[in-house]
C-alpha cells in the first residue's frame, strides 16, 4: 500500500524557514519523481519543486533562489524534503508531497497535506 506522509508544517513570521518533510512507503524502487505542489484558498494547485529519479531537479519561477528539494532514503521509506526560505505571505498554503511511481502502471500518488502559514 502506498502512503505519503508529510510533517513540517506551521506557522512562520515572514521572511523565516520551514523545512518540510514527506516519507514515502510502499514505492521503493518504483518512483520516477518526486514533487512537491501548493494550494492557497481559492487558488488551483501548484508545482513547488520536483526532483526526478536521475537526481533532475526544477522549481516553479516563485521558488526558484529560495526553495530546495532533496531526496534520502531511510529503511524501507523514500524521503523527499522542501527547504523554504525567505518566507513572505504568499507562500501560505497547503503544500503536498507527490510521486509518480510505476507500480504495474504510471500513476501518481499524493500525501494529505500539511498547512504553512507566513503571517506578515
Known amino acids: 500500500q502506498v502512503q505519503l506522509v508529510e510533517s513540517g508544517g506551521g506557522l512562520v513570521q515572514a521572511g523565516g524557514s520551514l523545512k518540510l518533510s514527506c516519507a514515502a512507503s510502499g514505492i521503493i524502487g518504483k518512483i520516477i519523481s518526486m514533487s512537491w505542489y501548493r494550494q492557497a484558498p481559492g487558488k488551483q494547485r501548484e508545482l513547488v519543486a520536483l526532483e526526478a529519479r536521475d537526481g533532475t531537479k526544477m522549481y516553479s519561477d516563485f521558488a526558484k533562489g529560495r526553495f530546495a528539494i532533496s531526496r534520502d532514503n531511510d529503511n524501507n521509506k523514500d524521503l523527499v524534503y522542501l527547504q523554504m526560505n525567505s518566507l513572505n505571505p504568499e507562500d501560505t498554503a497547503v503544500y503536498y508531497c507527490?510521486?509518480?511511481?510505476?507500480?504495474?502502471?504510471?500513476?501518481?500518488?499524493w500525501g494529505q497535506g500539511t498547512q504553512v502559514t507566513v503571517s506578515s
Open positions: 507527490s510521486t509518480v511511481a510505476l507500480i504495474g502502471e504510471l500513476a501518481t500518488y
